[in-house]
């Protein structure tokens, strides 16, 4: 089991940036798929971006493609999202997520952070 803690949410005009981060606790990060998951008022949570053990390979939401990147610091246990251009429709709680297994799907993340609000105003 790893704790987890996101940070660096706020409100930012649409075409703004920000750089959420999600800080694990614990020695194993490295042996933990990360993910980002966003749930918007009144929706499902989402799939944003999902990073391997090593930081070998990323995968995206098409909705951010181009926009947000995913990276990791093993060193520092510490993962981040990078968010540019932000659209109005980008607002929601991010959060992050711990699985053994690699992939996309809410159901294989068992360890999530408590959420960081992105509002993204006009």
């Known amino acids: 089991q790893v704790q987890l803690v996101e940070s660096g949410g706020g409100l930012v005009q649409a075409g703004g940036s920000l750089r959420l981060s999600c800080a694990a606790s614990?020695?194993?990060?490295?042996?933990?798929?990360m993910g980002w998951f966003r749930q918007a008022p009144g929706k499902e949570r989402e799939f944003v971006a999902a990073?391997?053990?090593?930081?070998?390979?990323?995968d995206s939401a098409d909705s951010v493609k181009g926009r947000f990147t995913i990276s990791r610091d093993n060193a520092k246990n510490t993962v981040y999202l990078q968010m540019n251009s932000l659209k109005l429709e980008d607002t929601a709680v991010y959060y992050c997520a711990a699985s053994i297994t690699y992939g996309s799907s809410i159901s294989r993340y068992q360890d999530w952070g408590q959420g960081t609000q992105v509002t993204v105003s006009s």
């Open positions: 614990g020695r194993t990060f490295g042996s933990y798929v």
């Open positions: 990073i391997s053990w090593s930081g070998g390979r990323t």
